[in-house]
RNA sequence: GGCUCCGUAGCUCAACUGAAUAGAGUACUUGACUACGGAUCAAGCGGUUCCAGGUUUGAAUCCUGGCGGAGUCACCA
């Protein structure tokens, strides 16, 4: 049982039976602060109406009552209205014994409910930049700790592959491209269709020039530049699925893939379904019907589709066009609703920018409004921008951050600063890329992942990539240091495996319970889809034991038990950053 | 203009459900050490938590009103 329910307990007995009934919401309990002696703490001052008595007064009654019937507590004392409770070494020995014999220590047990996780979602006219990074990260840590708290995880990605954004590719490749092929340029393929992309917005800008030259109105020229005729009439054509552009769309599409792929693959995230838009664009014309016989939807004159929600401070929303195909919003309601009855899902989570906040509040209304409960289980995992020290990245002015770009420039930056600091002398190529590899993601994705994610944040490589401080280079040497002396402990044939009674030091104590704290925290995070949490949590414990690995030597002691028992907490330690870095998508190395 | 989110040390970020003297890192200053991995450790400096009210025994946190920033309010996705 976890520590802080256990303590909970005790308290609650203590006090009810000193006061009679209380709700468990007036038992506040918490960490003691460092500067103060004890291990927990019990805020009194929700329980003074009941006790009729002073903060002081209170906070000794209870601490006298439970220390006379639990022996597992070691004294107390009060501090104003609080309670700081000690608990013996005894008490803490025991636990760590617990932690240690629990396998997948820190996972819960399993729920059956099941959770889809959408997130990536891109386009496929252009790679993906570092705002996908940020929404990859999230999604794919947010799915690893829902995971270890016992839900089956359905991890999925809506590409994005039809529209008039990927006709504009298409245009500008038959126009300027030759035949260009990944093959034939050596580009990526997500890479290549990318800079057709680019090409259409250049060669766009210039046609609306010459009409505005010719005397048309700038919106005149805007809507009438031939080239964006053309990608329009590209896109009627698809839709009436015409064989020609459906082939090269096909072909374009495909190259898109191939470079996703490598790019997902460099990233460490995967997924278990992928849907493609033009695959579902359709769903969701049956939700309209519903909802106008229903009477919540009502039509427009010119037979177009709406929802009224001014009473709830939102604006009219369109559903279908007047010409009777379905909007974003349609596509949306209708992806949900065959979601949630093909996997009869207990909650989705959609990662999505900040920007479609309003989006899924509509999303959800409506649902509501329609009657299906499961809108309550959508949330929208909203997070905000990544500016660099440079400023804001904007895809016009070429001032994206390309994700292949930056993550091999992690990984190259890693290499730089491990040579420097002469970490890689003696091994070998392989060896050293494959550490470069592992610090330099490790340190952009525990950068991302520890700021709380609606936030904008900024996003900076070279800090990032610290080997001290908050970041995931020091995480990871921790770990690799820590390996170190087990393997040293292996080597002089030290068995430090099975129990042993020991005294813990005041520091191991402290070790030991912010070792306890680890399944609490796990849940946290998952409750909040904040892998924020296990960051902080992660990093606090790495400073702890590095503290302590400072002060005390661990091979050294002459005490074979306690040696043994110091060889144990550091194993214990290494477990759990190692499973903490996974629950963010991070792998820890054995050495670096 | 309406709605949503953000505003915390010079800088980057914490602070779970309201609790004790608001914490880390970084930068800066000083010091420790023949080191099981110095990629270390300790100490110091640094704050009117944007402002003004309110609720509360207690507010960075909740409420109201300002100020500043971001996003959004398309028959785009």
Redesign the pocket.
């Given at each position: 049982m976890n520590t802080e329910q256990y303590i909970s307990e005790v308290v609650l007995r203590a006090v009810t039976s000193l006061y009679g009934q209380v709700s468990p919401?007036q038992i506040?309990?918490?960490?003691?602060?460092k500067?103060?002696e004890?291990d927990y703490?019990i805020?009194t001052?929700?329980l003074?109406k009941l006790s009729r008595k002073s903060p002081e007064a209170t906070a000794t009654e209870i601490g006298e009552k439970i220390i006379a019937e639990n022996s597992e507590f070691g004294g107390y004392n009060v501090?104003?209205?609080?309670l700081?409770l000690s608990l013996s070494a005894a008490f803490w020995s025991e636990r760590f014994e617990e932690i240690k014999g629990t396998e997948n220590y820190g996972h819960g047990e399993a729920t059956g409910r099941t959770i889809m996780i959408e997130y990536s979602s891109p386009?496929t006219n252009k790679p993906l930049h570092l705002g996908h990074i940020r929404n990859n990260l999230l999604g794919y840590s947010v799915a690893q700790i829902l995971k270890a708290n016992g839900h089956n995880v359905i991890k999925a990605n809506l590409v994005?592959d039809?529209?008039?954004h990927i006709c504009k590719s298409m245009v500008a490749w038959l126009r300027y491209g030759n035949g260009a092929t990944p093959e034939s340029t050596g580009l990526k393929g997500d890479h290549l269709v990318g800079d057709y992309y680019v090409e259409f917005d250049k060669h766009y800008k210039a046609e609306i020039k010459e009409l505005m030259a010719a005397g048309a109105s700038e919106e005149e020229a805007k809507k009438k530049a031939p080239i964006l005729l053309e990608a329009q009439e590209m896109l009627r054509k698809w839709e009436a699925k015409d064989e020609q552009v459906r082939s090269l769309w096909q072909t374009m599409n495909g190259w898109v893939y191939d470079g996703f792929d490598v790019t997902y693959k460099a990233l460490g995230v995967d997924f278990d379904k992928v849907y493609y838009?033009s695959q579902t664009?359709l769903l969701g014309k049956s939700i309209v019907s519903e909802g106008l016989e229903k009477g919540i939807f009502f039509r427009?004159e010119?037979?177009?589709v709406w929802i009224d929600l001014t009473a709830d401070?939102?604006?009219q929303?369109?559903l279908l066009?007047?010409?009777g195909?379905?909007?974003?919003?349609t596509?949306d309601l209708g992806t949900a609703l065959q979601r949630f009855e093909q996997n009869s899902l207990n909650g989705i989570i959609y990662v999505v920018?900040?920007?479609?906040?309003?989006?899924f509040?509509v999303l959800k209304l409506v649902l509501k409004k329609l009657g299906y409960d499961w809108s309550d289980d959508i949330y929208h995992l909203s997070y905000?921008?990544v500016?660099l020290p440079e400023g804001?990245m904007k895809s016009r002015e070429g001032t994206v951050v390309d994700a292949d770009d930056l993550v091999a420039d992690m990984i190259s930056t890693a290499r730089e600063m491990?040579a420097e600091?002469?970490?890689?002398d003696g091994l070998t190529e392989e060896q050293t890329s494959k550490i470069c590899t592992m610090?330099g993601l490790g340190a952009l994705k525990y950068?991302i992942l520890?700021?709380?994610p609606?936030?904008?944040?900024?996003?900076?490589p070279r800090?990032s990539i610290?080997?001290?401080?908050?970041?995931g280079?020091?995480i990871?040497?921790t770990h690799?240091?820590i390996?170190?002396?087990l393997r040293?402990a292996t080597e002089q044939g030290i068995d430090y495996g099975g129990a042993v009674k020991a005294d813990f030091l005041p520091e191991e104590i402290e070790i030991v319970k912010t070792l306890c704290d680890y399944p609490?925290t796990v849940a946290?995070a998952g409750?909040?889809f904040?892998p924020?949490?296990i960051a902080?949590y992660t990093?606090e414990l790495c400073?702890m034991f590095?503290?302590y690995?400072?002060?005390?030597?661990?091979?050294?002691e002459e005490c074979q038990t306690t040696k043994i028992m110091r060889l144990q907490l550091a194993a214990q330690v290494a477990r759990v950053i190692s499973d903490s870095m996974l629950l963010l998508g991070i792998s820890v190395p054995?050495?670096?």
């Open positions: 919401q506040q309990i918490q960490k003691t602060r500067e103060f004890g703490t805020v001052f929700p003074l501090i104003k209205g609080f700081n386009n994005n039809r529209g008039i838009e664009y427009k010119d037979g177009s401070g939102l604006d929303k369109l066009r007047g010409d195909t379905s909007v974003y919003m596509q920018g900040n920007e479609q906040n309003y989006h509040q905000g921008m500016e804001k491990s600091l002469g970490k890689l610090v950068f520890k700021v709380d609606k936030k904008t944040m900024l996003f900076d800090e610290d080997f001290n401080g908050n970041t280079p020091f990871q040497y690799a240091r390996c170190s002396v040293k609490a946290t409750a909040q904040a924020s949490v902080a990093y400073k590095n503290g690995y400072h002060d005390h030597s661990i091979l050294r054995e050495r670096m």
